[in-house]
T-cell receptor, first 114, second 113 residues
């Protein structure tokens, strides 16, 4: 069974640039959620994708956007990067069974914005 | 609104000592509660969860937690700490109609020999 994989593991970008982070969900999982974990903080929910549609969004501006593909993999895109976007971005996949199926997290992508 | 508060950003114990990590929550609906562990440069691993039923929940690696509705608490315990338990621990909250997790700010556990 293949777990959740994220790429790249580390990334350095300049303020104002755009970035794309990628996530392959665990085998058999059809739902992907993205979280942002700033240094010294707990993860914060960005959004979730199910059946290629956004299915819930946290308190993040529209410059944070995503995609889910037919194979259930997902991308997180961030436009017009700001210094405060520096964080660990975590992807989690799950089997959508209606009531709180467990989330399986990847190891994250550490984004540094300079 | 739902929220999670973890008391103590750092906890230090000696190897073999009791581990107690505190978590209090606020929720207007019956909560589902979770503890996750994060090792350096890794993602989150689920230790245990409470949804309904028995209020004492046993998880992996010898950890357990007790849901106390009257105290709005879900503290994590382990009778005897091991060096390998050193990590960041997060308490999280959701509810019956969502799998979106609300996390606390985390507690870093240090274990001394």
């Amino acid at each position: 069974e293949t777990g959740v994989t994220q790429s790249p593991t580390h990334l350095i970008k300049t303020r104002g640039q755009q970035v794309t982070l990628r996530c392959s969900s665990q085998s058999g999982h059809n739902t992907v959620s993205w979280y942002q974990q700033a240094l010294g903080q707990g993860p914060q929910f960005i959004f979730q994708y199910y059946r290629e549609e956004e299915n819930g969004r946290g308190n993040f501006p529209p410059r944070f956007s995503g995609l889910q593909f037919p194979n259930y993999s997902s991308e997180l895109n961030v436009n017009a990067l700001e210094l405060d976007d520096s964080a660990l971005y975590l992807c989690a996949s799950s089997i959508r069974q209606g009531n709180n199926s467990p989330l399986h997290f990847g190891n994250g992508t550490r984004l540094t914005v300079t | 609104a739902q929220s999670v508060t973890q008391l103590g950003s750092h906890v230090s114990v000696s190897e073999g000592a009791l581990v107690l990590l505190r978590c209090n929550y606020s929720s207007s609906v019956p909560p589902y509660l979770f503890w996750y562990v994060q090792y350096p440069n890794q993602g989150l691993q689920l230790l245990l969860k409470y949804t309904t039923g028995a209020t004492l929940v046993k998880g992996i690696n010898g950890f357990e937690a007790e849901f106390k509705k009257s105290e709005t608490s879900f503290h994590l315990t382990k009778p005897s700490a091991h060096m390998s338990d050193a990590a960041e621990y997060f308490c999280a909250l959701s509810s019956y109609n969502t799998d979106k997790l609300i996390f606390g700010t985390g507690t870093r556990l240090q274990v001394f020999p």
